[in-house]
C-alpha cells in the first residue's frame, strides 16, 4: 500500500462483490496542459527515498556512480530533446531537484511511446528515469531506482523562479535540515 495514502483513491469495483481498486489521485493542476511553454521545477525521488545517488558530506554532494548515470543523463536531456532547457539542478543522496524550461519548438516531431503527451514534463520525466533505470540495469543494479510519479511545481514569475533556484544551489548545506533527509 503506498505511503502517502492521501494520495489515493479507493473505488469500489461495478460487480458485486468486487474487490476494491486502488487508483491514484494526480498530482498535476487539472486543466494544465503540461506540453506549455514555461519553467517547472521538479523533485524525483529514488525508490523509498534510499540513498542510492552518493552522499553529502561538509554540505557538498559526492554522487557515487549511480549519481554520475543521473548527472549524464540529465546533461543530455537538452542535446536529445530539442523542446527542452535545463536551469539549476542538484543531486542529492535520494532524490533529484531540477528547474526545465520547456519551449515551443516548431519542427520538432512528437515523439512519446509511453503514451504520454508528446514534448510534455511528463514524458521528459519518464524518458529521463527510463534512461537511467536501463544504464543501472546494464551496470549490474537490478532493485527498483525510483519512486513513482514525480514532484512539479509550475514556476510562475521571476520572484519565484529565484526563490527555486536559491533552494536547489544551496541544497547540498540545508541536507541536516532536510525534510528529504531520512538521516537526519
Not at 458485486?16 to 511553454?37: E, F, I
Request: with cysteine; hydrophobic share 35%; proline share 4%.
Amino acid at each position: 500500500m503506498d505511503e502517502n495514502i492521501d494520495n489515493v483513491v479507493h473505488v469500489k469495483g461495478v460487480q458485486p462483490n468486487a474487490p476494491t481498486v486502488v487508483r491514484r489521485k494526480s498530482m498535476r493542476l487539472k486543466g494544465y496542459n503540461y506540453s506549455c511553454q514555461g519553467a517547472y521545477f521538479v523533485t524525483i525521488c529514488t525508490h523509498n527515498k534510499s540513498h542510492l545517488l552518493g552522499k553529502v558530506q561538509d554540505s557538498v554532494m559526492h554522487l557515487n556512480a549511480i549519481g554520475r548515470f543521473v548527472e549524464e543523463e540529465w546533461g543530455s536531456t537538452a542535446v536529445i530533446r530539442q523542446e527542452i532547457e535545463s536551469g539549476e539542478y542538484v543531486i542529492m543522496p535520494n532524490h533529484f531537484h531540477a528547474i526545465v524550461f520547456i519551449n515551443n519548438i516548431k519542427g520538432v516531431q512528437p515523439n512519446a511511446p509511453t503514451g504520454l503527451k508528446p514534448r510534455s514534463l511528463g514524458a521528459l520525466i519518464s524518458g529521463f528515469k527510463a534512461a537511467v533505470t536501463m544504464k543501472m540495469r546494464l551496470s549490474g543494479y537490478e532493485d527498483i531506482v525510483w519512486q513513482r510519479n514525480y514532484y512539479e511545481h509550475i514556476i510562475r514569475n521571476e520572484q519565484d523562479y529565484n526563490a527555486i533556484a536559491e533552494y536547489i544551489i544551496h541544497n547540498p548545506e540545508n541536507w541536516a535540515k532536510d525534510s528529504l533527509n531520512q538521516t537526519s
